[in-house]
């Protein structure tokens, strides 16, 4: 693939993803290396016919003593390019010794956090990176390795935010190739050749390895992202369906009904877990997590309970409980803390919150603030008899964990309030009433 080839093939792959448009702002990220002055190079002679605005970023993370002279190089290509360059200096090593974690990891995070900070203070829109056909081979083995289901397996994505990957349509030899043509010389990181860390074993012995068995699994890799990457959006859109269906919301906790939990497709069943998750916790229960919590709704009763990345699932019946937590916990480490606070008034308040509950201050005895024991029962307004206070909890969707720290409003003969969400039948003002017991509940 010459350089008018490789031009044309990857214009035409962003232009199918929709990677920019006209007017639009791109940083490219640039260590130096051949991928990515090979990228700096294709869009500084797309910008004109694009109609983008392109600027460029070296993060040295001062891990290699010749990472200095590197960032030199990439502006000195920058301005013969009249390409604005932004050099970002962090202290990887320094900061791993502070903070811990693998070199690999820590040099990442801190280099998009860079990176991200540029496009903020310089107005970019859109970050393009540098990842090639090869590199996504070498993240799908990496996290076959590691374990993973058709969302790990989809590999790295042509557009995730505002992260761009014009390159993941060509191999590194198609790039080595392209940036031959121009007459600047990229940079070779060294500790790329050494089979150290999980990357580089699989790109310098594994993939090579696997290559005697197919001379094309570079493409048959990425072939394989595609295809999980299609079955994994059916799924999505699918979970987010069931879930926008069922799921509700009450008091930082979302529930649904095991009934229809129960018909939809394993697959779905599992990716709806794992969103809920990652709307509640910020993170994602594994297999067996996520496999544990599934079974949990199937055949758990009243009071089971289990989690997993900090997804606490929660059996009430006919319903299970999600919310963010730990099985291992301490229930006084979740349990909320209220005070009442009680007035006598001569008018009846115009408005009330949800916090606040009336009662007329003469048909009831002295009130107290407690939590619900056994044998408690409660008369709903509206209906007639009482029910197990328990049962009028769960009705209310309130989760098994909670239910026994949940504030209560009651003297020796009822239960007067359900804290927040229900009153009874018993000691309300009607037309009669002289005065008003305003309750005010609050946390803390």
Request: with cysteine.
């Amino acid at each position: 693939m010459n350089r008018a080839e490789l031009e044309g093939h990857v214009l035409a792959y962003a232009h199918a993803h929709t990677m920019w448009k006209a007017g639009d702002s791109v940083l490219a990220a640039v260590s130096g290396g051949p991928d990515s002055l090979a990228l700096l190079l294709f869009l500084a002679s797309m910008r004109q016919k694009e109609g983008i605005r392109l600027g460029c970023c070296c993060v040295n993370h001062h891990i290699r003593d010749v990472a200095g002279d590197e960032a030199d190089m990439v502006r000195r290509v920058c301005e013969e390019l009249r390409v604005p360059c932004f050099v970002r200096d962090i202290d990887v090593p320094a900061y791993r010794d502070a903070h811990g974690g693998s070199l690999e990891t820590v040099a990442r995070e801190l280099r998009y956090e860079a990176l991200y900070d540029v496009m903020k203070r310089e107005n970019y829109s859109r970050l393009a990176v540098a990842h090639h056909k090869n590199d996504q081979a070498e993240t799908v083995l990496y996290r076959l390795i590691r374990g993973s289901g058709s969302r790990g397996l989809s590999g790295m994505h042509p557009v995730r935010g505002a992260v761009i990957r014009p390159f993941l349509s060509v191999t590194r030899a198609d790039i080595a190739a392209y940036v031959a043509a121009f007459p600047y010389q990229p940079c070779h990181d060294e500790t790329n050749d050494i089979p150290d860390g999980m990357r580089n074993k699989i790109r310098l012995e594994l993939l090579p390895f696997l290559e005697r068995y197919n001379p094309n699994m570079v493409t048959t890799l990425c072939q394989t992202a595609e295809s999980c990457d299609i079955d994994d959006s059916f799924i999505t859109q699918a979970a987010d369906a069931f879930i926008k269906a069922e799921a509700k919301e009450n008091d930082e906790t979302v529930y649904l009904s095991r009934e229809a939990f129960s018909k939809i497709h394993p697959a779905v069943a599992r990716r709806a877990i794992r969103n809920i998750s990652e709307t509640l916790t910020g993170g994602v229960p594994d297999f067996d997590g996520t496999a544990r919590i599934c079974r949990l709704i199937a055949e758990g009763t009243t009071g089971d309970e289990t989690s997993s990345a900090g997804l606490l699932a929660e059996i009430s019946y006919d319903r299970a409980f999600f919310s963010k937590g730990n099985t291992r916990q301490k229930k006084q480490a979740e349990k909320k803390t209220w005070t009442l606070t009680q007035r006598i008034m001569e008018t009846r308040p115009e408005t009330l919150s949800k916090h606040e509950y009336l009662l007329d201050a003469d048909k009831v005895g002295h009130i107290t603030l407690r939590n619900r024991k056994e044998g408690d029962r409660f008369a709903p307004l509206g209906m007639d008899g009482t029910k197990p206070v328990g049962r009028v909890m769960q009705s209310l969707h309130i989760p098994p964990r909670k239910r026994d720290t949940w504030p209560l409003a009651a003297d020796d003969e009822h239960i007067y309030w359900i804290g927040l969400l229900r009153g009874s039948r018993f000691g309300r003002p009607d037309e009669h009433t002289k005065r008003f017991l305003l309750l005010t509940l609050t946390e803390g």
